[in-house]
């Protein structure tokens, strides 16, 4: 069949698969190191790219096969290559389109490990790197140079949450010969199609919304172009940081409720965005569905939906949000994102300990900023959840530093 016309809720069902000789509905689990050959011939075609056909794993898997046809079709490529974990997808990204002496302008609040990959190892080799807001694109145009040759952005970035203009930047970018890759993690094919904006690859963290059930790490990329996809498919298998089947199919499971799971969890977002707004401990909330969120508009534009991730702060800085995150009972402190669960964690000490303060402070985040990953729990117990733990920190706010010394 083909999913082309189809819906994204009917793709997420239908697209990368169908029924095999066996009848099988849902994907079998090609578990596999390699594939034998008709005869020797065979072999040699399938060797030269002659016939299509499974080599060995590292290459190419059915079950892997279904995921990457799935998500590709999703996000508007022409296909996807998946990979052991987000980080190795990043990891492939650089190593495909970059080379000593060349430069990358980045999103300055990328996940941490995004970044330190690039300031701590590929700037061993002769890479330069440059971070700006990208969510002003005059950031962008202002430190392009003549070596550039990637913008990569990460939007909605974690976890400032700050929206990049996906469209403008690609324009600045490729005006400049420059490839623009965008790290779409946070919004997930349902709410965001880099490739339909201008970008010419999207990643994914698959850990997060694409599987959705916090039991597997995993990463994609997906090419607009088969040139782009072909370099990338190479250096994927030359580095061996392939998917296993057996994540594959997990993968290609939690995906099919991704349009349900994410309706939901943003419904709930929505609601205790606006109720965190109105509790007195509260300094500030970052979510890109509220009026007051700096790019609500862009995303209003860009976006089919506000995600379900939220930043906050609270008026007693760090010490509050500690003593917040360790009274919660229905959310868990756990890093990680876009799962059924709600999680609550603290980027500053954990997600982005490997950047420095400045560097967090000019990514737009601070060092109180608490991260709360909502999920698809019954939104009355989220509330009830935060309100007591809440009450704990005025609590502490409220009892005096020094027991009073009394009168005589
Ligand atoms: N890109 C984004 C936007 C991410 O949030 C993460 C992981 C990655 C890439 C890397 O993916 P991984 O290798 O972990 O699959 N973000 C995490 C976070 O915020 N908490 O824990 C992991």
């Known amino acids: 069949m083909d999913t082309k016309h189809l819906g994204i809720n009917s793709k997420l069902i239908h697209a990368g698969y169908k029924p095999d000789a066996t009848g099988s509905v849902s994907v079998p689990i090609y578990q596999t190191s390699t594939f034998a050959f008709k005869n020797a011939a065979h072999g040699a075609a ?27 079709s999703l996000e508007n490529g022409c296909g996807g290559i998946a990979t052991s974990s987000g980080m190795s997808a990043v990891c492939t990204v650089y190593l495909a389109f970059l080379e000593s002496g060349a430069h990358v302008v980045s999103t ?131 580095s061996g940081c392939n998917m296993d089947p057996h994540q594959a199919f997990l993968v290609v499971r939690g995906l099919k409720t991704l349009g349900i799971r994410v309706e939901r969890a943003q419904q709930n977002a929505m609601e205790i965005a606006r109720w965190l707004e109105e509790q007195p401990e509260v300094a500030m909330v970052r979510y890109i569905g509220l009026e007051s969120h700096p790019q609500h508009e862009l995303a209003k534009r860009q976006m089919n939906g506000y995600g379900s991730m939220i930043s906050f702060e609270l008026k007693g800085g760090f010490e509050a949000g500690r003593t917040l995150m360790d009274n919660v009972r229905v959310a868990t402190l756990a890093v990680s994102l876009g799962g ?19 560097a967090r402070r000019a990514a737009g985040f601070t060092d109180g900023l608490v991260r709360y990953a909502v999920g698809i729990e019954d939104v009355e117990d989220l509330i009830a959840d935060l309100r007591q733990a809440l009450d704990f920190v005025s609590a502490k706010s409220n009892k005096p530093k020094h027991e009073p010394v009394g009168t005589l």
């Open 340 to 358: 059924v669960e709600t999680l609550i964690e603290h980027p500053a000490s954990m997600t982005h300990a490997s950047m420095s303060p400045e």
């Open 46 to 72: 399938l060797f030269a790219g002659e016939e299509d056909g499974y080599i060995y794993t590292r290459i190419g898997n059915p079950t892997i096969k279904a995921l990457e046809e799935n998500v590709a």
């Open 108 to 238: 300055a609040s990328v996940y941490g490990p995004t970044r330190g990959l690039m300031e701590k190892e590929f700037a061993r080799f002769g890479v330069q790197s440059t971070y700006v807001d990208t969510s002003d694109a005059e950031n962008v145009r202002h430190a392009m140079k003549p070596n550039t040759r990637l913008v990569y952005i990460e939007s909605p970035a974690n976890p400032s949450m700050q929206v990049s203009d996906i469209a403008a930047i690609a324009t600045i970018a490729h005006a400049q010969g420059a490839l623009v890759v965008v790290d779409n993690t946070f919004a997930s094919p349902y709410l965001q199609r880099p490739l339909d904006l201008g970008a010419d690859v999207v990643l994914h963290s698959v850990t997060k919304f694409i599987n959705g059930h916090a039991d597997v790490v995993g990463g994609i990329l997906v090419a607009k172009d088969p040139a782009l996809y072909k370099r990338l498919r190479s250096v994927m298998i030359s």
